[in-house]
């Protein structure tokens, strides 16, 4: 069973930084493109950043320069770091998992993230 495990959300003030951590299990990490996604209510699922197992990246316009992906394939482990945080980056942040060839997708069961005074 592939299970993606998100953690590291919670409150931060505006300017603020938060660090989240994705543990995948029960899937070959390296087979695979990892990714950050968002909700917030109201809205549409969006794509926030991407990584290959390359290292090639990939980032939403409304959060480049702020915040950074990045692995740590011995833990199987993707990283979200998310600096100057906005209330606008209040969501779920979901881990996402892509097999590069069978294009299978898994999802994390989220983790709540609230930039708020």
């Known amino acids: 069973q592939v299970l993606l495990v998100e953690s590291g959300g919670g409150l931060v003030q505006p300017g603020g930084s938060l660090r989240l951590s994705c543990a995948a299990s029960?899937?070959?990490?390296?087979?695979?493109?990892m990714g950050w996604y968002r909700q917030a209510p109201g809205k549409e699922r969006e794509l926030v950043a991407r990584?290959?197992?390359?290292?090639?990246?990939n980032y939403a316009d409304s959060v480049k320069g702020r915040f950074t992906i990045s692995t740590d394939p011995a833990k199987n482990t993707v990283y979200l770091q998310m600096n100057s945080l906005k209330p606008e980056d209040t969501a779920v942040y979901y881990c996402?998992?892509?097999?590069?060839?069978?294009?299978?997708?898994?999802w994390g069961q989220g983790t709540q993230v609230t930039v708020s005074s």
């Open positions: 029960g899937m070959i990490f390296s087979a695979h493109v």
């Open positions: 990584i290959t197992n390359g290292g090639r990246t």
């Open positions: 996402n998992a892509e097999h590069t060839y069978y294009r299978y997708l898994y």
